[in-house]
Nanobody, 123 residues
Framework: QLQLVESGGGLVQPGGSLRLSCAAS????????IGWFRQAPGKEREEVLCIENSGTITNYADSVKGRFTISRDSAKNTVYLQMNSLKPEDTAVYYC????????????????WGQGTQVTVSS
């Protein structure tokens, strides 16, 4: 069974850092495009970053440029979202999603989604 499991969320003070993990089982992340999304209360889901099977990275959110990065660890079959200089407006549930053998797609085309992990940025 193909599955994505996010972890690493929590409560952090403004200016702090978190690293979210998206662990895959049942498939190899190297052959998939993996996107990170977030959804804040009362707001639409927003795509943040995507890493293609080729390793090409696309940043969709101007608000996180220079602060968030995406990476992939093939040995651990995991994709990470490193978040630095966190702001209260980064508070959201963060999700990862996967699509086989494709460049970073529009959100509706992703086949597999994780359950999400809560990130709260507050003093």
């Amino acid at each position: 069974q193909l599955q994505l499991v996010e972890s690493g969320g929590g409560l952090v003070q403004p200016g702090g850092s978190l690293r979210l993990s998206c662990a895959a089982s049942g498939f190899t992340v190297d052959y998939y495009s993996i996107g990170w999304f977030r959804q804040a209360p009362g707001k639409e889901r927003e795509e943040v970053l995507c890493i293609e099977n080729s390793g090409t990275i696309t940043n969709y959110a101007d608000s996180v440029k220079g602060r968030f990065t995406i990476s992939r660890d093939s040995a651990k079959n995991t994709v990470y979202l490193q978040m630095n200089s966190l702001k209260p407006e980064d508070t959201a549930v963060y999700y990862c999603a996967a699509l086989y053998g494709h460049s970073c797609p529009i959100p509706s085309l992703y086949d597999y989604w994780g359950q999400g992990t809560q990130v709260t940025v507050s003093s």
